[in-house]
């Protein structure tokens, strides 16, 4: 009989890369029974044997908090797991009770969310410290009891216990982003993308200013994702630069696919705050596992990372002007462009793939189950 292990969400979609794509669909391949409890979505990107247990979608942060908490533990209850791995720190109470009813529980955390907290615009500048604090006490809390603990970079693993935590980072499955047809850089048009959330600390003004500096008329920048706020949707839109601009809303894999078979760089902009600063952005594999060079804000370990790979650029992601040099470098040198893609792909399928970081993963769960034994 398959084991059966059940993940929980009430914050990401059913088919979130990391939740559905990685782990629960490589714990499936690995023999276990998977359940998956998530906000409603559509199933059309849902194919596959881990068993999709929605619960509603609730808008209202408090009522998610509250009522979306309640129908997941119901929903989790009934899978009868052996394992119970849940996704959001607003799940630490209901992990709590899973823990205290016997339960084998595992806490996977995708941010620095006290850090994350004070750059929430949302919330009173008071309030930030405060609730930030109130977040780290009750991570704090709550790992005490909790039986493994996934962390996504090594600078959030230090927070935690370091006899129950591993590092399972967010690096691409090989092969996943299939780029069918590929052109070499000199005949694909000038076109850049940037991909995932999209807010003003990610870097959108700057990058949409950026394309008020690039004269050829023909450059265009793909964006893919969702903006925070209709606000600032419309505000970028004002901008001269939106012109150059192809917005896409969300790409699913095989949309993003055929898009990055076609465009000459990715870009991660990000603003300096202390939440990137150390943080590994997801879609820098991704750009890089597709053999585009990335255009990647000038933080430390981002510098190291590219110089070490020679796989991209790196620009003062607040400079809109010093963006745009990095486009033009990238249009006027196609032959340099396409070796960092090359060089880029390379470092992927050797060292930041999902693979290795699969094994960490399924030997955090045989080490769970073999003490339940």
């Known amino acids: 009989m398959k084991k059966r292990i059940c993940h929980i969400t009430t914050v990401h979609s059913a088919n979130d890369t990391r939740i559905y794509i990685k782990e629960c669909q490589s714990l499936s391949q690995a023999g276990y029974e998977v359940f998956l409890v998530a906000p409603e979505t559509s199933m059309a990107s849902l194919n596959g044997p881990v068993r999709i247990e929605f619960i509603p979608k609730e808008h209202n942060r408090l009522l998610r908090l509250i009522r979306g908490q309640w129908h997941a533990f119901r929903k989790a209850l009934k899978t009868k797991a052996l394992i119970y791995h849940f996704h959001d ?13 016997g339960k084998k529980v595992i806490y996977d955390v995708h941010e620095d969310l006290p850090r994350q907290i004070l750059t929430k615009h949302w919330l009173p500048c008071w309030s930030r410290k405060v609730i930030a604090f109130i977040s780290e006490s009750a991570e704090w809390m709550g790992t005490r009891f909790f039986d493994g603990i996934v962390t996504v970079t090594p600078l959030i693993q230090k927070r935690f216990p370091s006899h129950k935590t591993i590092l399972v980072q967010n690096f691409p499955i090989l092969g996943e982003l299939k780029l069918k ?7 694909r048009p000038p076109y850049f993308i940037y991909v995932g959330a999209i807010t003003a ?3 959108i003004r700057e990058m949409v200013k950026a394309l008020e500096y690039m004269q050829n008329s023909n450059v265009k920048l793909i964006i893919g994702g969702n903006f925070d706020s209709e606000k600032l949707l419309q505000e970028v839109r004002t901008y001269k630069g939106w012109e150059k601009v192809q917005y896409e809303g969300f790409m ?90 090359q060089n880029g792909l390379k470092a992927v399928q050797n060292t930041y793939n999902w693979e290795i970081e699969n094994e960490k993963l399924l030997a955090l769960y045989g080490k769970l189950l073999e003490k339940g034994a």
């Open 89 to 101: 720190p607003e799940l630490i109470f209901m992990g709590l009770i899973l823990k205290f009813m």
């Open 181 to 187: 047809d590929s052109k070499n850089h000199t005949n």
């Open 201 to 203: 600390i990610r870097g």
């Open 252 to 341: 699913d894999r095989e949309r993003l696919s055929n898009v990055l078979k076609n465009v000459r760089a990715g870009l991660i902009v990000s603003h300096p705050t202390v939440n990137y600063r150390d943080a590994y952005p997801t879609k820098l594999f991704e750009y890089m596992s597709s053999s585009i060079p990335t255009i990647a804000s000038n933080f430390p370990f981002l510098c190291q990372l590219l110089n070490d790979t020679t796989s991209g650029l790196n620009v003062n992601p607040l400079d809109p002007q010093e963006i745009a040099e990095a486009m033009k470098w990238i249009l006027e040198h196609p032959e340099e462009a396409e070796k960092m893609g």
